[in-house]
């Protein structure tokens, strides 16, 4: 009866782990200043972003990001068991779907890394012969909190100098609206390029969902072959996220993006695409939407025009409060399973 | 101006569109103030044959119709909205051109004094001026948009400097010893107050050019 439920457990992880894969898409608004410049059809679009996505997530399933989400953040002393990862999915999904009605922008990224702290902290009071001090691998930990506060940073100043430079040697030498406008053309194809190259680091630090069936990999209960396709599931479902869910999204911030310079676009994107790509080749899973903020900014800085800081400092908070809240709730449901007697 | 057809007009691009488009309203403008200085001088037959041509030239129609169906298909991207409305702003200077003719052509003024007539005279003349500077900043748009600006903030000047002629001229309107129902009073305030609002578009016209400049120069 036991390893029945383990085989239920399973399968439902592996369902939360694809439909974490779709959401990843489903969220994903890379797209929208490809689409606001109209440089191509909008379903093509969606087509190219939709498989770059997938690919990075599917072709850096095998480390990097995912092994840092599904292992490495653990010690040596402990790794995932079923209800761990359960909890942590179901924990960082609630505080996800709370954040979205009460339309408080959160990172996915954050919430499960602070639902993964939560569910060891409880695992490790309620397990006596584990060693609260070794269940964790604090160095990746920091190494990962330190990258949330500097990846958007970086990202700010990245933005801020490519622009500089891009304006001091080029842009501020265009002269009239016709010049202006024939340069861009040239801009938007660039930011076609960047943008794909943007989505596949998207793809490839979204270590959420190939981050969970890792977990299972390491655990022992998914072998190789079946990690393979689960993680080819997931990056097929991320595509798919984009193609039907993401549309929305995109169609609306690309209707807002219409005046916006393709140059600029491509600045801010190759900025958060070099961030991702960094921060993934350090396996360290970061915050996309909190690297594009900053990257907008760092825009915004460099043509001094005016930075809504109240704005900022309210998202700031919630950005702050998503790891412990997330935590907090991990360990209460990891806690009410365990009064159950289900861990 | 020389006739156009739209065949010819087809061919053109939406910038020569906009240039020959702002040419058209201004050379209306041109004939619209020429035909009051033509009213200052008593000449009432070339007067009324020269604000009639502003209210009944219609090349500007068939520039705008060919200009619309172009840039809703036009590839241009983040400036296809200002470029619109650039252009919907050098039509509204064509509509307060004909109002202002159609008003004018109520009645035939003999104006109370020559103090009077040069004030006003000094007056179209700067309101030439800053309808052919408008123009020339339309132009440079497309080409040198820092040239767009520097010629506005020009235009902005003696706009300016045409008010205070402006408000010496009313307040000389005002002190004369005449009836103040009468037509030629209120005719003389009407056309003193559509200088001023011609005047004013061309201003905010100009701003708007500023603007652009702004949004769309970058500088090191």
């Known amino acids: 009866m036991a390893v029945d439920i383990i085989s239920i457990l399973v399968v439902v992880l592996i369902v939360l782990a694809i439909a974490l894969a779709f959401s990843i898409g489903a969220n994903d608004e890379t797209l929208s200043t490809l689409v606001g410049a109209g440089v191509i059809k909008f379903k093509v679009a969606l087509l190219i972003g939709g498989i770059a996505v997938g690919v990075g997530m599917f072709s850096f399933s095998f480390a990097f990001v995912a092994k840092t989400v599904g292992a490495d953040l653990l010690g040596e002393a402990i790794t995932y068991t079923e209800f761990m990862l359960l909890t942590v999915l179901i924990s960082s999904i609630l505080w996800l779907v709370i954040g979205s009605f009460a339309g408080i922008p959160l990172s996915s990224t954050h919430s499960l890394v602070g639902s993964i702290f939560g569910v060891v902290i409880v695992y490790s009071i309620t397990h006596e012969a584990v060693n609260p001090e070794t269940v964790f691998n604090w160095a990746k930990l920091n190494n990962v909190i330190l990258g949330w506060f500097l990846s958007p940073l970086f990202g700010l100043i990245m933005t801020y100098v490519l622009f500089k430079l891009l304006a001091k040697v080029y842009l501020s030498r265009l002269k009239g609206l016709n010049q202006i406008e024939k340069s861009e053309k040239y801009f938007k194809w660039l930011l076609l390029i960047a943008v794909i190259f943007a989505e596949i680091w998207v793809g490839a630090n979204s270590g959420e969902a190939v981050g969970i069936l890792y977990g299972l990999l390491d655990g022992g209960t998914l072998n190789l072959e079946q990690y393979i396709f689960f993680a080819f599931i997931c990056g097929v479902f991320s595509c798919l996220g984009i193609f039907i869910a993401a549309r929305y999204v995109i169609r609306n911030l690309a209707s807002q993006m219409m005046d916006s310079r393709p140059s600029e676009s491509l600045i801010t994107q190759i900025s958060s695409a070099l961030i991702l790509m960094i921060a993934t080749f350090l396996s360290l899973p970061i915050s996309h939407s909190h690297v594009i903020v900053f990257c907008i900014i760092g825009m915004s800085v460099a043509q001094r025009k005016e930075v809504d800081y109240k704005g900022l400092g309210k998202m700031a908070i919630y950005w702050i409060l998503t790891f412990p809240v997330a935590a907090i709730l991990a360990g209460l449901i990891y806690f009410g399973f365990n009064l159950f007697g289900l861990v | ?220």
């Open chain 2, 1 to 220: 101006m020389k006739e156009i057809t739209e065949k010819e007009l087809k061919k053109l691009n939406i910038d020569e569109l906009t240039h020959l488009f702002v040419d058209n309203i201004n050379e209306q403008n041109l004939k619209l103030i020429e035909g009051i200085e033509f009213l200052v001088e008593e000449k009432f037959e070339d007067f009324t044959k020269n604000l009639n041509y502003v209210i009944e030239t219609n090349t500007e129609v068939q520039i705008k119709k060919v200009f619309e169906a172009k840039i809703f298909k036009s590839k241009l991207m983040f400036s296809k909205a200002d470029r619109l409305k650039l252009f919907s702003k050098i039509n509204d200077i064509k509509n307060i051109g004909e109002f202002f003719a159609n008003k004018m052509l109520l009645y035939k003024v003999v104006f109370p004094d020559n103090e009077f007539k040069s004030q006003l005279v000094r007056v179209l003349k700067s309101l030439k001026s800053i309808s052919n500077g408008l123009t020339d900043a339309v132009k440079a748009i497309g080409s040198n948009l820092s040239n767009a600006h520097n010629i506005c903030e020009e235009v902005k000047e003696e706009r300016r400097k045409m008010r205070k002629n402006e408000w010496d001229l009313l307040n000389r309107l005002y002190n004369y010893d005449m009836d103040y129902l009468s037509r030629t009073f209120l005719y003389l305030k009407e056309l003193i107050e559509d200088i001023m609002m011609l005047a004013d578009h061309i201003k905010s016209f100009s701003e708007y050019i500023q603007f652009l400049a702004t949004k769309y120069l970058i500088f090191e």
